[in-house]
C-alpha cells in the first residue's frame, strides 16, 4: 500500500514538473523567468527620464563656469571634486547624495570619458573634461 502511494505521488509529480518545462522530476524549475534582471530602467518612465536628463544639463550648464575658475592651472580633476564643484548631488539627494551615479551615467553613456588611474585616484584630464560638458550642456 505504501509503496502505491509512493508511485503515485511520483508520477503526479513528474506530470506537474514536465508541464513545467522540468526532465529530471524536480518540483522547482531553475530557468530563468522571462523577465530581465535589471529592473531599474523598467520602473522609470521616460517623463521621469526626461527630467533627471533636465536636470543633469541644468545642474552642469549652471556651474561649469565654477568648475573652470576653480580648476585654472591644473591639467587634471580628480572624479570626486567634479562632483562636488558641478553640485551633481543636488539631481537626487536621496538615492545619490555624493552623485557619483550621475557622473557615471555621463560616463557609461559616452558624453565624458572615462578617467585615468594616477596613483590609485581616478583623474579628468581637465581640458577633455571641460569640452565635453560643455558640449553635452549645450554651452558655448
Partial sequence: ????????????NQALTTKR?????????????????SRRAKRQSPANKAQRTKDMKNAIRW??????????????????????LLHLGKIA?????TGDH?????ISEGYVQRPRKRAGVQVFDRADLLTSLKAYAGVC
Fill in 21 to 37: 518545462g522540468n526532465k529530471m522530476g524536480y518540483a522547482v524549475s531553475y530557468k530563468r523567468s522571462g523577465r530581465p534582471t
Fill in 102 to 106: 550621475v557622473l557615471q551615467q555621463l
Fill in 93 to 97: 539627494p536621496t538615492a545619490d547624495p
Fill in 63 to 84: 556651474n561649469v563656469a565654477q568648475l573652470e575658475h576653480d580648476t585654472t592651472g591644473t591639467d587634471s580633476i580628480e572624479r570626486g571634486m567634479v562632483c562636488k
Fill in 1 to 12: 500500500m505504501k509503496t502505491r502511494l509512493i508511485t503515485i505521488h511520483k508520477n503526479i
